[in-house]
């Protein structure tokens, strides 16, 4: 920023983005362009009072229609680079800049939308981030006004200077090397289908069904931590996601990380799994639909995570069955964890227990996710007998949890008392 105009630096991200779509996905590649042109002439010619929901319904009905000509013209069930991957991020993207417009930020302009919907940092795999970070990096304004003047100061000096990525760069590539290592030696060793072989299941004792399909499922997550991470790291080479100075004065390049990797294979919660897991995705999905529907927001974030995935079934039995999941979650928390946190003996019991059922649980949500279709999907839940979906269902029945403005009521009352 204190080399170039803003001006230049958006058309050089702009024009570099556009070249690499054009690389990977060739003509495809206009669709970027043309789902971003007509979402940015909805917000000029529609009121900030709706251009949210235009904003919304244009662009994920653009990025369906794309999913499904893809999923059921062209490809099915190929794991290809196809072009509907970056237009999954741009769809984040053109939704969280309305809403943020709708919310009282200044509208773009046609430059600066387009640099922040098709920069070559985030282009190919994003991720996310707000409109504001990215305008402030593009510009070198403090990243984060809030919490950076006293995260700045060690031992009484402010940092004046830009610190330097590297050291993060390095760290993040070594993590995507061993995660590209780890799943390209054991991908095939635990491969997820043999958990509906029939085979397999007729032969196969249940304990050792689910230690099986822990295993398998876990092989599958490397890959993720891969792409993400390599994301991240292209986005802080290039000097985007610095946010701010810890407690020691050390910096943080994860304004805009997508999962932490620790976390998830020791989550406690399913709702500690996904807050780490695909976090831009979480933040957008929390902005633009559980914070803002006044009608059982947990369904509706799934459901509208279900269709922005794309056109698989097995997404929407996932999603349908996460709904379950997490009510059953919340009502086992709020219900008999208080009775656990006594002592440490209790609640680190506790915490092995929750563990193990949090990451069976998720490997029994997200099979059918990487199953893709109905048949295979419904077979491994038939030869689990629905389990899960039913004692979910019995829990979040039985345990009854406060609604979501009560908590929020009772928690103010108690930061005030």
């Not at 920023?1 to 495809?28: D, E, M, N, Q």
């Not at 330097?164 to 090397?177: D, M």
């Not at 072989?197 to 499922?217: E, G, K, R």
Request: net charge positive; aromatic share 16%.
């Amino acid at each position: 920023p204190s080399k170039t105009s803003p001006f230049v630096r958006h058309v050089v991200a702009t024009l570099l983005g556009i070249y690499f779509a054009l690389f990977c996905f060739g003509w495809y590649a206009l669709h970027f362009l043309l789902q971003s042109g007509i979402t940015y002439g909805i917000m000029i010619l529609t009121g900030v009072e709706h251009m949210h929901k235009y904003c919304l319904v244009v662009a994920l009905g653009y990025l369906s229609f794309c999913q499904i000509t893809r999923v059921y013209v062209f490809d099915y069930g190929m794991y290809s680079a196809d072009f509907t991957g970056p237009m999954m991020v741009i769809t984040q993207k053109i939704t969280s800049v309305a809403f943020e417009i709708h919310d009282g930020e200044r509208m773009p302009s046609l430059l600066e939308y387009f640099s922040y919907n098709c920069n070559f940092m985030g282009i190919l795999a994003g991720p996310t981030c707000s409109y504001n970070d990215y305008i402030a990096f593009i510009e070198g304004t403090p990243y984060r006004h809030r919490d950076l003047e006293n995260k700045g100061k060690v031992n009484g000096k402010s940092r004046l200077n830009d610190p330097s990525p590297n050291t993060e760069v390095i760290r993040k590539l070594a993590t995507c090397f061993i995660s590209l290592l780890v799943f390209l030696s054991v991908c095939k060793v635990c491969p997820v289908e043999r958990n509906v072989d029939d085979d397999f299941i007729a032969t196969t004792p249940f304990y050792a069904q689910v230690v099986y399909l822990y295993l398998s499922m876990l092989t599958t997550r490397p890959k993720y931590y891969f792409v993400w991470t390599l994301a991240d790291a292209i986005n802080n080479a290039a000097g985007f996601g610095f946010n701010g100075y810890d407690s020691n004065g050390l910096p943080q390049w994860d304004l805009i990380s997508n999962l932490r990797i620790m976390n998830i294979e020791l989550a406690t919660s399913f709702k500690v799994f996904l807050d780490n897991w695909n976090i831009q995705t979480a933040h957008w999905l929390k902005r633009v639909c559980y914070e803002r529907c006044p009608y059982n927001p947990t369904a509706a974030t799934f459901l509208l995570s279900a269709m922005w995935h794309g056109a698989y079934p097995g997404y929407y039995l996932t999603f349908l069955t996460g709904i379950v999941i997490t009510l059953a979650a919340r009502a086992v928390r709020h219900n008999v964890r208080p009775y656990f946190m006594g002592s440490p003996t209790l609640k680190f019991v506790y915490d092995v227990i929750t563990w193990a059922a949090t990451q069976i649980a998720i490997c029994y949500t997200v099979i059918p996710f990487v199953l893709l279709s109905v048949g295979p999907s419904l077979k491994f839940y038939r030869s689990w007998y629905f389990c899960i979906h039913i004692g979910c269902i019995l829990l979040a029945i039985a345990l009854p949890v406060k609604p979501r403005h009560l908590r929020n009521t009772l928690k103010k009352k108690k930061t005030k008392g």
